[in-house]
């Protein structure tokens, strides 16, 4: 069970968050340019990364703000938490 | 009766006798015993039956680990208890236990016929002789091996105990309490560190607190004595708790873990009443020290389970912590030298006792000491057999070759009642792999130690692989202070000593001169796996542990493999010709013991187990013979049975009269948002597929909600209640994840909307009249409101008060009738209620619940999101074209409409069906086909809503069904079990067409 920083009311149970799955994928603004490839690719594609991954986290029982969230899905250490529309920490690759 | 307690110790309380049953025989023990020293005192080893071939078995150990002595506790319906560990069951006055594995009883065992026919139970034997003939399964094969296989029986009437949760936060984080536990929690503490200790046993100590060999000492006292003072010095430190019987069962990521405290199970059953039996701590720790401790191994040697062949530290236990003997002339078997000082204890109480050691020779202090005291020694020497029974009474050991493969020369045999074996020390490194952290092999003692890893937990103690009292002590000082970055300067003069043993040797699986195939050495006491089995199932194929261990069970009992799992892996490396530590071990799960349901579960039982939400109405509801549904958390009203309706009867009655004269629902459940904001408007046209700007003030509007994936989400009317304020309603079940999905869009995608949302579901009550007299009720409520269609349109909102109390008042509807949507403050929600009622009463104004709702909205072919959509469902599929905006360049799911996909013409499709016989109700979720007799049978479709509608005297469905727009008309079938109903597809519109009711 995790402990996350979330960025506006400090450490808190997991259990106060819901996982919004993987952060920085855009909403196309002009989705009827898009082919039915590339709409599928914004829809459906996600990665699955064993090592550092950039996620969205909801602090649904608490402050309800989403922010994004930096951890190493090999050992579920959360390395930084950051607010909805903050640049995502450059130090993570 | 025979009395194997031989002296008095501190911590059994002779004055404080105790009586109990085991077998339904009655004994005694005294205050202090577990059930297992109670039944040793008595002179009873023999406690069940095994697993798989009903051997006699006895107690082995004297904790945790104990595979044999599992009982099933407690005689009552409701408060019997299976698998508990005799070992760990403190005596209480009035146990009543049994022996769990044996039918019909201990002494004899149909079962134990198994033993004699043992070489047709090979490994895997119930996955290869159970297979066929697959009728006999049920019938035959599983009473059998139910019945002779005694798991125990759960209580079969609700647990009346009470179980508690707490959550806490610490410093530190110590679990075990033996030396090195106590030394890491007395420098967290009084470093000021906030801390909590752990132990699973009744007092502080470990296996220490018994420790009387005059070789080991501690500033100049026996360990024993040092460590009690220890113990003292730590209660008195003020920022130290202590929690004894306190055992974790999860270590789980970021120092969360969970522990059950035992408070009431070994008090006497008059003493528990209406006390919490347990409580499960979560404990977040900021660091977390683990001292578990280590556990004794046995030897694999053949017929090594016979009753009275106990590991060697655990007779000590008995002997110096109860007072018990587990013989009166007992040989130890041994690979170390921790027997030994089980032999001087034994010697000094005057119990005849012999070593047998596989080591060729051995020269620490301990030896010299077991020597000088004339204790006889066969170096070199391995147990090739025992006899006995019921009970062991002698045995067979031969010498072992050079190279320790095989046995030489003569067999001598030794008699005895009692054998103790010793193959070393397994480190307890569950809490350690629990947690994430990663195992290194040490050659030299065969054992997985700890791999450092983390700068929140630490292992130190013999769970690290420090083994003499020496290094335990100098080593968790040094990693303590490194650990929490102090200083500590206590233990700096403390002067140990200790026997260091300098010779080792291991042999997993002891040579004999009888052929493996014909021995009986057991690996895993519990599932009775054999050596044997484990070098069947790698002949077989098998090759990974995890493999082996499911193929022959081994590990997998209760105990989850805490005696077995080493040598199971010894062997599998050996006969592989592989490194052991390149084997890996299995896996290492939660709880390290059985945890019960109970304690799971804590306070959530009964009314407590979920959240109930009830509107304010709900009291008039209960008094009106409502009968309640769960919608989400909700209980709504599902129908009310009027002098002793059915439910049919009821929705019937129910049905007719919101349409013949007039009906009212509790709707206070729908979610409610409150969204404001100079682009509320923007947002909504986002959000749903229709176009919202042009919505007039006071006005209100159907929306359909898509997933980004184009399919329908949910569903709802939203009102416009002045410029930049609109109040939208979602379904019931919805109400949460709109708001959440809306919040996401809001924060995520468009940050640029000055938009604000609220969620006021539980703000609001609604009472919802609808039906020809809808109107007049209303106008009696608010007799200074104008109802005229002109000035109270259909789709229109008006506000008005109440005797002073403002309500807001919709005309929409959902079931096709004229209808009204009153919503008032929740508190006054109650009132409101019985206001309506009263007003009603001359045009039998009827209360209708969730059902007659369904039945009404299906006659108007209203869609309820969830029941005749599943997700997979377009506004196109629901024949709700008009819904969808084709100006609107953009909203949520707009792309996904004309997706390859999407656009198919035989997507399934929402039809309505009509019964060739009226009276025949269709089934909801049924199949629908076209052709019964084409093999295999096309499946079009299946029933998403039907009922009986009074108002039409005739059966109506809703039904998807590929293709099923161009269907109308056309003849179709539901396949039953013992019929074929015959049906039509029609419009999804049943009753009123033209919508003329609206007005009436
Ligand atoms: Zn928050």
């Known amino acids: 069970m995790f402990l996350i920083n979330c960025p506006f009311c400090g450490e808190r149970d997991q259990s106060e968050f819901s996982s919004g799955g993987e952060a920085h994928i855009v909403r196309p603004k002009q989705p009827t340019e898009l082919s039915d490839d590339e709409w599928a690719e914004y829809l459906f594609m996600r990665k699955n990364i064993k090592g550092i991954q950039f996620e969205r986290w909801n602090h649904v029982h608490g402050c309800r703000k989403w922010f994004n969230v930096v951890r190493d899905t090999s050992n579920d250490k959360i390395l930084s938490v950051y607010k909805m529309g903050e640049k995502p920490p450059v130090n993570y690759k | 009766m025979p009395n194997y307690r031989i002296h008095k110790t501190e911590y059994i309380d002779e004055t404080k006798r105790i009586s109990f049953k085991f077998d339904g025989k009655t004994y005694?023990?005294?205050?202090?015993?577990?059930?297992?020293?109670?039944?040793?005192?008595?002179?009873?080893?023999?406690?069940?039956?095994?697993?798989?071939?009903?051997?006699?078995?006895?107690?082995?150990?004297?904790?945790?680990?104990?595979?044999?002595?599992?009982?099933?506790?407690?005689?009552?319906?409701?408060?019997?208890?299976?698998?508990?560990?005799?070992?760990?069951?403190?005596?209480?006055?009035?146990?009543?236990?049994?022996?769990?594995?044996?039918?019909p009883n201990v002494k004899f065992d149909i079962g134990g016929i198994n033993n004699f026919i043992s070489p047709l139970i090979p490994a895997g034997f119930y996955y290869k002789t159970f297979m066929w003939p697959k009728s006999f399964w049920k019938k035959v094969y599983e009473p059998l091996i139910r019945l002779s296989a005694g798991l125990g029986k759960s209580p079969t009437e609700p647990d009346p105990d009470i179980y508690d949760h707490k959550y806490v936060h610490y410093d530190v984080l110590v679990i075990g309490g033996g030396v090195s536990g106590i030394i890491a929690a007395k420098m967290a503490a009084k470093n000021n560190l906030k801390t909590l200790l752990v132990d699973d046993k009744k007092i502080l100590g470990g296996s220490t607190i018994y420790q009387n060999n005059e070789s080991i000492k501690i500033d100049d006292k026996l360990s024993s004595e040092w460590l009690k003072i220890e113990i003292q010095e730590i209660k008195k430190l003020s920022n130290l708790t202590i929690k004894t019987r306190t055992s974790i069962a999860a270590y789980h990521g970021y120092n969360f873990l969970l522990a059950k405290e035992n408070l009431t199970d070994h008090l006497p059953e008059e003493k528990k009443k209406n006390k919490i039996r347990q409580r499960l701590w979560k404990i977040r720790a900021k660091k977390v020290v683990i001292a578990t401790g280590s556990i004794e191994r046995p030897l694999v040697f053949n017929n090594n389970d016979r009753p009275g062949i106990l590991l060697s530290n655990s007779i000590n236990k008995y002997l110096d912590y109860?007072?018990?003997?587990?013989?009166?002339?007992?040989?130890?078997?041994?690979?170390?030298?921790?027997a030994y000082e089980t032999s001087i204890s034994l010697h000094k109480k005057g119990i005849m006792n012999t070593i047998v050691d596989i080591r060729k020779s051995a020269s620490s202090e301990l030896i010299k000491q077991a020597e000088s005291l004339g204790i006889k020694i066969y170096f070199n020497h391995v147990v090739t057999n025992t006899f006995g029974y019921r009970k062991i009474n002698s045995l067979e050991i031969m010498k072992l070759s050079e190279d320790g493969n095989t046995t030489v020369g003569n067999k001598i045999r030794l008699s005895c009642d009692c054998l103790g074996m010793s193959g070393g020390w397994t480190p307890m490194v569950h809490m350690h792999t629990q947690s994430g952290g990663k195992l290194d092999f040490r050659d030299e003692d065969q054992v997985f130690l700890p791999r450092e890893n983390s700068e929140d937990q630490i292992s130190v103690g013999s769970c690290n692989g420090d083994f003499d009292l020496e290094n335990i002590i100098d080593k968790t000082v040094n990693k303590i202070n490194k650990f929490l970055d102090i200083d500590n300067q206590d233990y700096q003069d403390t002067n140990i000593i200790s026997s260091k043993e300098n010779d080792k040797r291991n042999i997993w699986l002891l040579p004999n001169k009888i052929p493996l195939g014909k021995t009986k050495c057991f690996i895993d006491f519990q599932n009775d796996s054999t050596a044997k089995d484990i070098k069947l199932a790698l002949k077989e194929g098998f090759r990974s542990i995890e493999h082996v261990k499911r193929y022959t069970t081994t590990g997998m009992a209760t105990d989850q493999g805490k005696l077995s799992n080493m040598h199971a892996l010894g062997i599998i490396a050996d006969t592989a010709g592989v490194k052991m530590g390149t084997l890996g071990t299995t896996t290492f799960r939660p709880p390290f013991t059985p945890l019960t349901f109970g304690t799971l579960v804590g306070r959530n039982v009964g009314k407590f187990f979920e959240v109930v939400r009830k509107t304010s109405m709900h009291e008039w509801h209960v008094e009106n013979n409502a009968e309640f549904e769960n919608v989400g958390q909700w209980k709504r009203p599902w129908y009310y049975a009027k002098n002793?309706?059915?439910?049919?009867?009821?929705?019937?009655?129910?049905?007719?009269?919101?349409?013949?004269?007039a009906g009212i629902l509790d709707a206070s459940t729908l979610g409610k948002i409150d969204i404001q904001g100079t682009d509320a408007s923007e947002f909504l046209n986002r959000v749903y597929t229709n176009a919202w700007s042009k919505l007039a003030i006071g006005k209100c509007r159907y929306g359909l909600m898509l997933n980004e994936d184009g399919m329908v989400y949910d569903d709802?009317?939203?009102?416009?209640?002045?410029?930049?304020?609109?109040?939208?309603?979602?379904?019931?079940?919805?109400?949460?994840?709109?708001?959440?999905?809306?919040?996401?869009?809001?924060?995520?995608?468009?940050?640029?909307?000055?938009?604000?949302?609220?969620?006021?579901?539980?703000?609001?009550?609604?009472?919802?009249?609808?039906g020809p007299n809808s109107k007049k009720i209303l106008n009696k409520l608010f007799p200074n409101l104008d109802l005229s269609d002109e000035n109270f349109p259909h789709m229109s909102f008006k506000e008005d008060k109440l005797e002073n109390i403002n309500c807001r008042i919709m005309r929409i509807s959902f079931t096709g009738e004229l209808s009204y949507e009153i919503n008032i403050e929740s508190k006054y929600g109650h009132s409101l209620w019985k206001k309506c009622i009263e007003a009603g009463k001359e045009f039998n104004l009827t209360p209708y619940g969730t059902e007659t709702m369904h039945l009404l909205r299906a006659e108007k072919g209203f869609i309820i999101v969830g029941q005749d959509t599943d997700?997979?469902?377009?506004?196109?599929?629901?024949?709700?074209?008009?819904?969808?905006?084709?100006?609107?360049?953009?909203?949520?799911?707009?792309?996904?409409?004309?997706?390859?996909?999407?656009?198919?013409?035989?997507?399934?499709?929402?039809?309505?069906?009509?019964?060739?016989d009226p009276k025949e109700i269709l089934e909801e979720g049924a199949q629908i086909v076209s052709n019964v007799k084409s093999k295999p049978i096309d499946m079009l479709g299946h029933v998403t809503s039907s009922y009986f509608s009074p108002n039409l005297n005739k059966s109506i469905a809703l039904a998807v069904v590929r293709n099923g727009k161009t269907m109308k008309g056309q003849k179709l079938i539901i396949p039953m079990e013992n019929k074929n109903i015959n049906v039509t597809v029609s419009d999804t519109i049943f009753l009123d067409k033209e919508n003329k009711r609206l007005n009436a």
């Open chain 2, 644 to 661: 002793g309706e059915n439910m049919h009867d009821a929705v019937q009655r129910e049905s007719k009269a919101a349409r013949d004269s």
């Open chain 2, 871 to 916: 997700g997979t469902m377009t506004p196109s599929d629901l024949q709700m074209d008009w819904i969808v905006s084709k100006k609107k360049y953009d909203f949520i799911g707009k792309r996904s409409l004309y997706r390859s996909d999407t656009i198919r013409e035989d997507r399934k499709q929402l039809v309505g069906l009509l019964t060739d």
């Open chain 2, 28 to 103: 005694f023990g005294y205050e202090g015993d577990t059930l297992a020293s109670a039944l040793l005192a008595n002179g009873i080893h023999l406690v069940g039956r095994s697993f798989k071939y009903h051997r006699p078995r006895g107690i082995v150990s004297c904790g945790a680990e104990e595979p044999n002595a599992i009982c099933q506790i407690g005689s009552k319906k409701d408060l019997t208890e299976p698998n508990v560990r005799a070992t760990e069951l403190e005596l209480y006055e009035g146990l009543q236990a049994s022996s769990q594995n044996c039918w």
């Open chain 2, 716 to 770: 709802g009317v939203t009102t416009r209640i002045s410029e930049n304020h609109y109040l939208m309603t979602t379904t019931t079940g919805g109400a949460a994840n709109v708001l959440s999905k809306l919040e996401d869009y809001l924060q995520t995608e468009w940050p640029e909307l000055d938009v604000y949302l609220t969620s006021v579901t539980d703000h609001y009550s609604t009472a919802s009249i609808c």
């Open chain 2, 322 to 338: 109860y007072g018990v003997t587990c013989g009166e002339n007992i040989i130890l078997f041994t690979n170390n030298d921790s």
